[in-house]
Every structure is written in C-alpha cells, then in structure tokens.
C-alpha cells in the first residue's frame, strides 16, 4: 500500500474524503468494511474488491489469530487478560505480499487453523487486546483506499467509512465452504464438527459486550448464501460506484 497526502489520478475520494489542516486540504483514504460472520467469504471478498479498485486490505481477523498464536507460542494462560494483552500489545508482525511474519517467522499457515480462529474468538472480546490492535488496524487506511474485514471495522474501527457491508451466509452454506476449503488444502476436516465449532464462534462473537458482530446502521447487508463470489464482488463493487454517486 502507498502512503501519501494527495490522491492518486483516478481515484476520486467520495464526498467528505478531505480534511482541511493549517497545510490545506488533506485527501482522507477511503474505507469499505466488509464485517461478518466466520467463513462468509469475507477475506476472499474484500482482496477481490481491493484488487478492482486498487486499494489495499486489512484483514483484522489475522491480527486476533496472531494474538492467539502469540498466547500459544509464548505459553501465555488464556485466562490471564493482562498477559494477554501485552501479548497483542507486543506483536511484532510483519504483513508482506504473500503472507504475514510472527517474530520473523512465516505463520501464514498457522495463523489459519482452526484451533488459532477458535482462541482468537476467546480471546476477542478482551478489551485490552481490542484497544492494543485498534491504532495498528486504524494504521492500514493509506490511499488511495483500503477494504476492511472483521466484524467491527464499519462500527468501531472505521466508524465513518463510506461504504459499510455486512456480508452473511447460512450457517450450513458457510461450513460447507470452509469443509471444502481445508479438504482442498489436505487437512482433514468433519461437515458436523465444523458446523458446530461455527455456531459456537458465532455466538461468542454476537452475544460479547464489547465491539460485538453486528451490522452497523448504515451498513447494506448483502447474503452471499446463493452467490458466486464474483457475483458478491460485483454486488459490493455497485454498491461503491453508487456510494460515490457514479450510479444507481
Ligand atoms: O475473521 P477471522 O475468522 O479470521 O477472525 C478470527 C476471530 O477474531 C473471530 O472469531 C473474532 C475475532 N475478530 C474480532 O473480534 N474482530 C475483528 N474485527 C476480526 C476478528
């Protein structure tokens, strides 16, 4: 992602994207967020839509699942919040092109397991842990635009992104995807353990108190259950050209 003050040529920023300094008007990068649930294609989404566009992703999720790979790695009890926190406080991470580093280590693979999601939705609804990632997720918005996904980027971390998505999929559409998924990259997996392990992860990320999984009111909720992934791009990517007044 380029950093910069001025907006890149044809990448107009939709109404209210400027702020003006004592330097003048400064070009605010805009932001989409895709929140949702686990497995609703949001990561797939979101790097689809940032491709189009030209933007960069956050993948906020990566950030929790290093935070409970830290907590694995270092020996860290779960259950002790303030250890917990300094771990996500003290992550030293690196994203680059093709993946991300945890202490200079390669942990693509890793961080996507299923046990490292699982902590990480335990480990989520700590405060400490919420308020430590919040400036490093806050840090992506670079121009000429970013795409968000999590579960609180259009209501907590991106409040005021011009474009809010709140992509859903039946809880049976989206174990069948991440089945299919993890069987395609040689890990064995179970349709019912699975299944059960997201109805659980959905509860704990709906029903915590602090930045829960929920539609921010402004967000357009699309439902991917009967849609191609290109068919989801090209709904959110319609929504975007309205957002900046190009269309419908
Ligand atoms: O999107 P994911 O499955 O990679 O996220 C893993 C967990 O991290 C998810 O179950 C809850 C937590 N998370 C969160 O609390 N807030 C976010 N913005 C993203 C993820």
């Keep these: 992602m380029s950093a ?4 890149l040529p044809g990448v107009p920023a939709p109404s209210g994207a400027e702020t003006t300094t004592d330097h003048g008007p400064v070009a605010v990068a805009p932001v989409i967020t895709i929140d949702g649930p686990t497995a609703s294609g949001k990561g797939t989404v979101a790097h689809r839509v940032a491709t189009a566009l030209g933007f960069g992703v956050l993948d906020s999720g990566a950030l929790y699942r290093l935070t409970a790979l830290a907590v694995l790695q270092r020996g860290v009890d779960p259950a002790d919040v303030a250890a917990v926190e300094l771990a996500a406080r003290s992550l030293k991470v690196v994203f680059h092109p093709t993946g991300v580093t945890l202490d200079g280590a ?14 990480a939705s335990r480990l989520a609804p700590n405060p400490g ?22 579960r609180d980027m259009g209501t907590i971390v991106f409040p005021e992104a011009p474009l809010k998505i709140f992509l859903v999929a039946d809880v049976r559409a989206r174990a069948e995807r991440r089945c ?31 930045a829960p999984l929920v539609a921010a009111q402004d967000a357009h909720v699309v439902d991917s259950s009967n849609l191609t992934i290109d068919q989801t791009v090209q709904a959110i990517l319609d929504l975007w050209s309205s957002a900046r007044g190009e269309g419908g």
Excluded: Y
């Design 129 to 150: 842990v919420r308020a430590a990632l919040l400036e490093r997720q806050r840090a992506f918005r670079q121009l000429p635009g970013l795409v968000a996904d999590g």
């Design 180 to 210: 299919k998924q993890l069987i395609e990259k040689g890990i064995s997996a179970n349709l019912d353990d699975l299944l059960r392990d997201m109805r659980e992860r959905d509860a704990r990320d709906t029903g915590r108190a602090v």
């Design 4 to 7: 910069g003050q001025n907006r």
């Design 106 to 119: 390669e942990v693509s693979d890793l961080i996507r397991q299923e046990h490292v999601g699982n902590l």
